[in-house]
């Protein structure tokens, strides 16, 4: 039960690109209908839930939250420019790699000499597989009828992307406070960021309120949500229709595993 219980964020966070792939819109309608479905969410939680929201438990999850907005609005524009199948999976590596180093740098989760062996080993890891998953055959480089596909456009969005992501972890890995009770501060925070990015650029239509069932998948997601790069690398690849090149499939699969293989040590670490 635990372990059917485990693969919930895997398959919630990794469907995330597909279902906003199949969906459509642009990556500043999917993030304002994402962060409207994660709001009502969040409503329904507090409900729920009642937990204790103060001044600085709000003024936390807010912070939090546009930090979030920034990221995942990056994240969008990142796997428009370069797929979902390479975007998602080189975007959760450089997560993995800002939270780790900054686990070690601000918080000094890096205390005995083994936390040092293991990780480096992971960062190491994670550098390898982020690198395979942006690698590309320029020998064999297929011909594609994707116009949007620009991978120096793609890779600045997911700078800018990791900066926002970082930000939001580093607030509430400091804050430590309970989920619950920042949940529906941070996404109004969330809601308002992305209106921001929104704001005289989008059509509020069906692609806006499609892409809230994104939101309802954010709320399902869980500490293990890395995993879902499985999901969505071969849910691009064989669901949306991503062509690659037989060395660029291989790149891109043996990228993921060594994501996966870091993120495991990494939570490995946590536990001993």
Known sequence: MEILIALVPMLAWGSIGLVSGKIGGDANQQTLGMTIGAFLFSLVVFF???PVITPWIFLIGFLSGLA???GQNGQFHGMKYMGVS???????GFQLILNTIAGAVFFHEWTQTKDYVYGIIALALLVSGAYLTARQDD?????????MLDFGKGFRALIFSTIG??????????????AMSIILPQSI???LGASFFAFRKVKVDQFVWKN????L???LGFSLSQMGIIISTLGGIFILGERKTKKELIYVIVGCLLVILGGILLGYMKTV
């Open 48 to 50: 729920v839930v009642s």
């Open 68 to 70: 979030w907005s920034v």
């Open 86 to 92: 390479v975007g998602l999976p080189l975007s959760t």
């Open 139 to 147: 020998e064999g480089k297929i011909d594609t009828d994707n116009k």
């Open 165 to 178: 992501y970082g930000v939001y972890t580093i607030i509430v890995n400091w804050a430590n406070l309970d």
């Open 189 to 191: 925070g969330m809601i």
């Open 212 to 215: 809230m069932i994104c939101g």
């Open 217 to 219: 998948l954010w709320g």
